[in-house]
């Protein structure tokens, strides 16, 4: 099979997937509340499905070496896909309750934990078989088809709920994995397969070792993903607070998607110009700016216009660490990469949900949106300068080999 059908069949899967992710995540807190009649239980399919990912290095190094081909992301995906059953077959059995709805978030995020970092991947082998630089287009393009989704699906999930087919939602998202599986079945990993397969399984801090670039990336996304909560609490704490509820909040999102949108399409071309961390650096302080931006215009349309340039700017810096990560290797040492940065993503926005409406109710939205502005321009500033000593390698230390290349056997520096 070509690399082109591998990466249209990649793709088909994924924005049916996200698409019907957008919808469900509407539909699952209504169907919890509806039949536990507990606020507080709405939210422990997700709080719990966020555990498997924090302890990932721990459990997950050797099964994320597995999913080097269509066949290994297919099974991580039907194994989501009857996690997500579990809700509506709870629901419909009258067995729901905080037990049974912890432990389906927890058997979705252990699957989720494998199936997102093994997606990207192999979305980077498939793009290193259509051409040098083609790893982080189609990146860079999974992520655009992500922020489509994030515009189109809570508009189908209104029609969904508005149509009492909650229970329907749930239901439709499984069987839409189960179609991205099947999707995804004989598409093809990077030429070498098999001796990855083969290769001992590395830790994460074994592949940062000479790759200390990607560490100072993940600082500044992570930081970026820690300081979040900032946008999403905050203007919907703005916007209550004028009397307008939801407005502020539904501005900032349609900017930032049609920004992030907008950003999309020049990613690839920039960071294949210029140099990662450079790009990353610039892309992160514009980010910490915007946040400031909706700190002083505090209208919808300048919410709208200060999340669209966070937005754009935001891709291109996630653009820039991926590009890191893919030209650091291929094999082993990218799906070690791709689950150390799932972590970081996961980690940082756990915490900044816990901290973060607790901060805003002490000192305000808007002081939050310019104090989290300000530590994120701040690290993407002093990111790239860290000096990171126990990941520099020793004089003549060879890096964890990357069976995914030939030139593997060659020590290498990034």
Known sequence: MSARRDATLLFAGYALSELAFRFAQIALPLVVLRTTGSVAATGLVGGASGIPALLSPWWARGLRQRIASGRGLALTQVAEAAALAMVPLLAWAHLMNVVTLAAAGLALGSAQTLSAPGLMALFADVGDRLGPGRAVTLLTWQDGVRRTTMLLGPAIGGVAVALDWTLQALWFESLTLLLSALLALPVRGSCLDDVGQAA???????????????????????????TWFAFTIG???????????????????????????????????????????????????????????????????????????????????????????????????????????????NAT????????????????????????????????LAGPRLRLRRLEPADGAPLVPDVGRPEAALPSRT
């Open 200 to 226: 001992a399984a590395p830790a994460i801090r074994d592949v940062l070792v000479g790759r200390a670039d990607i560490a100072r990336g993940w600082v500044m996304r992570g930081t970026s993903c820690l």
């Open 349 to 380: 926005s756990s915490a900044g949900l816990l901290a973060g409406a607790p901060l805003i109710g002490v000192i305000g939205a808007r002081p939050t949106l310019v104090g989290t502005g300000v530590l994120t321009a701040l690290a993407a």
């Open 235 to 345: 203007t919907s704490v703005i916007g209550a607070d004028r009397g307008r509820p939801g407005l502020y909040f539904a501005a900032g999102m349609t900017g930032y998607g049609v920004g992030s949108l907008a950003g999309t399409a020049v990613a690839s071309a920039v960071v294949r110009r210029y140099a990662p961390m450079t790009v990353a650096r610039a892309a992160w302080v514009v980010g910490g700016l915007a946040w400031i931006g909706m700190a002083a215009w505090t209208t919808p349309v300048g919410v709208a216009v200060c999340a669209g340039i966070g937005g754009g700017f935001v891709v291109v810096g996630i653009a820039a660490v991926n590009r890191a990560i893919t030209d650091a290797g291929a094999g082993p040492v990218r799906r070690a990469l791709m689950g150390g940065q799932s972590v970081v993503v």
